[in-house]
C-alpha cells in the first residue's frame, strides 16, 4: 500500500509550458514536504507547507488537506527544471517524530 | 564550510564485508536521518538520531548499525554487507518538525 502517491509518474514539457505535478496522501499528516532531486543527484527542499500555498520563484506548492491533495505547479518551466521532484509527508502522531514518508517521484523533463 | 557531508561518495565492496558510511553536518541540528534509494522505490528511511546518543529505527533496518557519540556525527554501518544492499544512501539533518538537508549521497556498489 503506497500512502503517498504521486502522478504523473514522468512528464515531459516544452520549454515556457506550465507544469502540474500532483500527491495524494491517504493518512493525516502535520506538513508536506516538496524536494527536488538534480540530475546529478542532490536533493534540495523545496517547500514545506500545512495548509493554504506557498510560492517562490516560478514554483507554487498547493496544498488542501480536507481531500489530502497537494500540487507543485512550475510556471513559464526551463530546461533547468528538469528533475524528478518528490513529495513527502510527515504523518500526524504515530511513529517517530521527524519521520517523512515519500513519494516514488516525478520524472520531469523539459525540452528546449 | 557549513553544510552536510557524507563520504566516501562511491564505494564498491564485497559481500560479506564491514563497511561504514560516513555522515557529517556543521549546523549543530538535532536529528539526523539515513535513507535508501531504490528504483521502484521512495526514499526509505533506515535509522534517525534525536540527538547524541539517542537512534532508533526506521522502516528498513535490518542489516544496519548506526551510532551518533557526537551531535555533529552519524556513520552507517553494514555489519556484513548483501546485494540487496546495492543502492544509493542519503545522510539528511534537520529539526524535528522542520525541512531536512540532505546530503549528496553515498553510491555503494555489493557484488
Known amino acids: 500500500k503506497n500512502e503517498v502517491e504521486q502522478s504523473p509518474q514522468n512528464l515531459t514539457a516544452q520549454e515556457g509550458e506550465f507544469i502540474t505535478i500532483n500527491c495524494s496522501y491517504s493518512v493525516g499528516i502535520s506538513a508536506l514536504h516538496w524536494l527536488q532531486q538534480h540530475p546529478g543527484g542532490g536533493i534540495v527542499s523545496l517547500f514545506m507547507l500545512s495548509s493554504g500555498k506557498k510560492k517562490h520563484g516560478r514554483l507554487i506548492a498547493t496544498i488542501n488537506i480536507q481531500e489530502k491533495h497537494s500540487s507543485l505547479h512550475i510556471t513559464a518551466s526551463h530546461p533547468r527544471d528538469s528533475a524528478v521532484y518528490i513529495c513527502a509527508v510527515r504523518p500526524w502522531g504515530g511513529g517517530s517524530q521527524g519521520n517523512l514518508i515519500f513519494g516514488k517521484g516525478t520524472k520531469l523533463s523539459v525540452k528546449p | 564550510d557549513a553544510g552536510i557531508t557524507q563520504s566516501p561518495r562511491y564505494k564498491i565492496t564485497e559481500t560479506g564485508r564491514q563497511v561504514t558510511l560516513m555522515c557529517h553536518q556543521t549546523?549543530?541540528?538535532?536529528?539526523m536521518f539515513w535513507y535508501r534509494q531504490d528504483l521502484g522505490h521512495g526514499l526509505r528511511l533506515i535509522y534517525y538520531?534525536?540527538?547524541?546518543?539517542?537512534?532508533d529505527k526506521g522502516e528498513v533496518p535490518d542489516g544496519y548499525v548506526v551510532s551518533r557519540s557526537k551531535t555533529e556525527n552519524f556513520p552507517l554501518t553494514l555489519e556484513s554487507a548483501t546485494r540487496s544492499q546495492t543502492s544509493v544512501y542519503f545522510c539528511?539533518?534537520?529539526?524535528?518538525?522542520?525541512?531536512?538537508?540532505f546530503g549528496p549521497g553515498t553510491r555503494l556498489l555489493v557484488l
Open positions: 539528511a539533518s534537520g529539526g524535528p518538525w522542520g525541512t531536512q538537508y
Open positions: 538520531s534525536a540527538a547524541a546518543d539517542i537512534t
Open positions: 549546523w549543530s541540528h538535532s536529528y
